[in-house]
């Protein structure tokens, strides 16, 4: 099957070491970054959910003005906004943007996080209410009647929504966690189940916990990697070791507290048994700053790099998300050097699975 290539949006450029600088929203950033995302091939770009940040729906309907085919991945807390008003808020932006919107479930896993917004539902019971939320956005955008829902955290009379998806019947779905919790809730309702990047035995293992769960839906994967490039191998790995340093020294002497969420720890383990993993997988940056997210690196020439992504697509993950430390540049680099070799790499794959 074709790969979906992933990038990353945001209303300022920043990165693990790149300080934020200027307005908390530009909204010609926005524009920037969708632009160079687009021309540079790359299918969706996800927009962050942050206690702090810009309004990720706003972000999405300006990324989307000023794109032609740039489809969006919009990051979502169930939790916060009804779910019934939630699905009528997706399915309007996926109007406005031509059936270009999908949406990506974090049920959160900071309880400092999700308190900032007011939300003290413990960890356990967020994934609860989060598979709660699935159904009833489902229900809300396929129904063709009122209805009803009686439930542990959400009580609807007569429901029902006039707006539908462009694309039909629904907007595709995402989601995301370690945990066993997680994993099953999401597993049988949500169609791509999101992985940061792991060593290629541990990502097996996982993808087999999620099928196992899945219950019969035909759920597919995305495994997201932060790529640094260069021209031979020595100079990418000068270029890691550089950016390693600068992570260590924007740190200093601060103690990062132990991550909550269980796929942090994931990688935390990771770092812990290994430097580099498989081909090219540089653990010590997630370690640096804490594994808050994607932070696993893939460090070498762009045919280096492009075989070690398209060793997770031989697993089963058909999404790969990819975003740089210093992002606009980063993404131009992955557009000509990176991309179209993971493209043909896979090209490849699928046609020699054709011919067996």
């Known amino acids: 099957m074709p ?28 524009a920037e970054t969708a632009k160079i995302h687009e021309n540079a091939g790359f299918d969706r770009v996800l927009i962050g959910y942050f206690s702090d940040a810009p309004d990720g729906f706003l972000v999405g309907a300006h990324a989307a003005s000023v794109t032609n085919h ?19 808020k997706m399915a309007t ?87 066993d919790d997680a994993i099953a809730c999401l597993a049988p309702y949500i169609d791509v189940f999101m992985l940061w990047g792991e060593p290629l035995t541990d990502t097996t293992a996982f993808i087999g916990r999620v099928r196992g769960a899945a219950k019969g839906n035909e759920i ?18 000068d270029r890691a070791r550089k950016i390693l340093a600068q992570i260590r020294q924007r740190v200093g002497d601060r103690k990062l507290a132990k991550p909550e969420n269980v796929g942090s720890q994931r990688l935390l383990e990771a770092a812990g048994a290994k430097e580099v993993h498989d081909t090219c997988l540089y653990t010590p940056l997630a370690e640096a700053a804490g594994a808050r997210g994607n932070s696993t690196a893939l460090v070498g020439t762009a045919e280096t790099v492009a075989e070690a992504m398209v060793a997770y697509y031989d697993l089963g993950a058909s999404s790969l998300l990819i975003r740089g430390y210093d992002p606009l540049p980063d993404a131009i680099e992955y557009g000509e050097e990176l991309i179209p070799r993971v493209r043909a790499l896979v090209a490849e794959r699928d046609a020699a699975r054709r011919m067996r």
Request: net charge negative.
């Open 3 to 30: 790969v979906e290539i992933i990038g990353w949006i945001a209303p300022r450029v920043a990165s693990e070491i790149i300080p934020p600088t200027g307005p908390s929203f530009a909204a010609d950033v926005v």
């Open 70 to 88: 740039l489809g969006l991945l919009l990051a979502h807390r169930p939790g916060f906004v009804a779910p019934t008003l939630a699905a009528r």
């Open 93 to 179: 932006l996926d109007q406005l943007s031509g059936g270009r919107l999908a949406c990506h479930l974090i049920s959160g896993g900071s309880d400092a996080d999700q308190a900032r917004d007011g939300d003290h539902v413990d960890h356990r019971g967020r994934y609860r209410r989060t598979e709660e939320y699935l159904q009833i956005l489902t229900q809300t955008w396929t129904e063709t009647k009122p209805f009803d829902h009686a439930g542990e955290f959400y009580q609807l009379e007569q429901a029902y929504s006039d707006i539908r998806c462009a694309q039909q019947p629904r907007i595709p779905l995402y989601g995301g966690g370690g945990s």
């Open 220 to 237: 597919t994967f995305s495994v997201s990697t932060r790529p640094i490039l260069a021209r031979t191998e020595g100079e990418a790995w």
